[in-house]
């Protein structure tokens, strides 16, 4: 089981980043997937959900809710997370996670890819 995010970058306040999460090893469709970020000294905060079927019911954060989408690909097993207006305090590593629930704890989500840094300054 292995889950692979990546892109994330330095970006000005007020831009945008698209990060991706690949899966490999489990069937992908299966799986609720979660993005999460964590700065140093905090705990790993949940941003977004994703269900599996085709309806994609979708959840966020209220901190990152109507600048960031969610979004899966089950024929490519990828899942993303566009994010739009950045803001400083968006700074942080992005984790995607898979699970069979859609919780917010990241002690639900057996699965993780590693973190993807996302840097928000001016």
């Known amino acids: 089981v292995q889950l692979q995010a990546s892109g994330g970058g330095f970006v000005q306040p007020g831009g945008s980043l698209t990060l991706s999460c690949a899966a490999s090893g489990f069937t992908f469709s299966n799986y609720r997937v979660a993005w999460f970020r964590q700065v140093p000294g905090k705990e790993r905060e949940f941003v977004s959900a994703i269900s599996y079927g085709s309806a994609g019911h979708v959840y966020y954060d209220d901190s990152v809710k109507g600048r960031f989408t969610i979004s899966r690909d089950n024929v490519r097993n990828m899942a993303y997370l566009q994010m739009t207006n950045l803001k400083p305090e968006d700074t942080a590593d992005y984790y995607c996670?898979?699970?069979?629930?859609?919780?917010?704890?990241?002690?639900?989500?057996?699965?993780w890819g590693q973190g993807t840094l996302v840097t928000v300054s001016s």
């Open positions: 996670a898979a699970g069979v629930d859609i919780t917010t704890s990241p002690s639900r989500y057996p699965y």
